[in-house]
């Protein structure tokens, strides 16, 4: 077949196939027809140690026939003259970062495939280290630039945020350094006494006299902490459940009519499915919440516009936080209406579920599957029975005590 014109393009895609199809025009580049999918132009050549090498030149909506042609003939000139045209291409991409988001944007596709969550780097880069130098050349960023963002993250209260965003921050511009787009790290010298401190283990629980306390305040200020969050709050005390595992929650997952909550092994921390009881005060403020979500899919839909559908991972403990007169980006602080009462953090809450219980008397072993932990040792190996009336007794128990407080 002879070189190719304008109508035999079109005629071709027309065409189309059941398996991909490529067309020689001559001196390397190929219209390539997909099965599915845009049709698109693609060189072929030989690189200088001899490996047959293909490219893709664009697609043929936006590059014509002729202008494929030049582009073709420009690449195939740098092969010509001992350059590897693909080689040259991934250079002018590391070329176009310049900036630390431009850093960021190039690094985060990695954690993807990594990590878990990779939503909890990107939420900390996007509100905590973007507005402080996420325009800044990277050829112009230095250590006191990394000062700036953590000293801003732990004057805010946020000392664990504050280790964290440290952490991302060695990371990314090692990932610079990786591309040799960066002689050094301007991060590597900070430890985590220069942000947030060393973090203790956390044993705070609230008392029943505190959790009066706060249940009483947050009622006192209801147009600061909506109805929404005094009921998430109301749930992580009563069921001991993750934060997430709570705001991320769906209708679907729930039998109401059962006293059932069947959350999914996606969804859970153990990577195993597990029913949790519902007592029936438990059931009556779900009930509230199913009118309030107005048909939504969640049981905490997100109360703003937001890509999240669901309420947000900082809503609760910047809700929280609010009330003792600390709110992150606001210059003007609230004013702290908890007095002298420790701060607390929505995992408190779940720790304090765990006080409770085993002050009520409930045995070790169900208070642990109360909890979703696995049992340990010997114990876990043998016992795999779950427990379930055992957990809904005892969660009945702790429901109807608490519900004097909270309602």
């Known amino acids: 077949m002879g070189k190719l014109t304008v109508k035999t393009v079109q005629a071709l895609i ?16 190929y219209l390539v027809v997909p099965a599915s999918g845009s049709p698109s132009w693609m060189l072929r050549f030989t690189s200088t140690n001899k490996k047959r090498r293909e490219m893709t030149l664009g697609n043929v909506q936006d590059l014509s026939l002729a202008n ?14 001992g350059y590897d045209p693909l080689v040259q291409r ?38 905590d280290i973007a507005p402080h ?35 991302y921050c060695k990371q990314l511009f090692n990932h610079g350094m990786k591309l040799d787009l960066l002689n050094g790290n301007p991060a590597s010298a900070f430890t985590i006494r220069d942000a947030g401190g060393i973090e203790q283990s956390k044993d705070r629980a609230l008392t029943e006299n505190e959790l009066q306390q706060f249940f009483s305040t947050a009622k006192e200020h209801s147009a600061s902490f909506g109805r929404d969050n005094y009921l998430a709050c109301a749930l992580l005390v009563c069921l001991g459940v993750r934060k997430s ?3 991320e929650a769906k209708w679907n997952e729930f039998e109401l009519d059962k006293g059932l909550w069947h959350l999914p092994k996606e969804r859970s921390k153990t990577n195993v499915g597990f029913t949790i009881p519902l007592a029936p005060e438990v059931l009556r403020w779900l009930e509230e919440l199913k009118v309030r979500g107005f048909g939504s899919d969640y049981v905490f839909p997100s109360r703003r516009a937001s890509k999240s559908p ?53 045995p070790g072993h169900v208070a642990e599957r109360c909890l979703n932990h696995k ?15 055992e957990r809904r007794e005892a969660l009945n128990k702790l429901a109807e005590k608490l519900s004097n407080i909270v309602n």
Request: hydrophobic content about 30%; glycine content about 8%; some cysteine.
């Open 375 to 389: 049992l340990k040792g010997v114990e876990g190996i043998y016992d795999q029975y779950d427990y379930l009336e």
């Open 245 to 247: 595992e709570l705001c």
């Open 68 to 81: 494929a042609r030049l582009e073709a003939a420009t690449k195939m000139k740098l092969v010509r003259e």
């Open 90 to 127: 991934q250079r002018a991409q590391q070329e176009s970062i310049r900036t630390v988001s431009d850093l960021y944007d190039d690094w985060y596709p990695t954690l993807v495939k990594r990590l878990k969550h990779p939503n909890i780097p990107k939420r900390i880069y996007t509100k």
């Open 310 to 362: 669901h309420m947000g991972p900082d809503t609760l403990n910047r809700a929280i936080t609010k009330l003792f007169g600390h709110e992150a980006g606001k210059k003007k602080q609230p004013p702290n209406v908890m007095g002298d009462m420790p701060h607390f953090t929505v995992h408190d809450l779940r720790r304090t579920c765990r006080t409770l219980l085993a002050k009520q008397g409930t």
């Open 14 to 29: 027309k065409a189309g196939g059941a398996k991909t199809q490529r067309h020689a025009d001559g001196e390397g580049l």
């Open 133 to 167: 130098i996420g325009d800044i050349r990277l050829d112009q960023i230095t250590a006191r630039d990394i000062r700036t963002v953590i000293n801003a993250i732990t004057n805010s209260g946020r000392p664990t945020i504050a280790n964290d965003a440290l952490g």
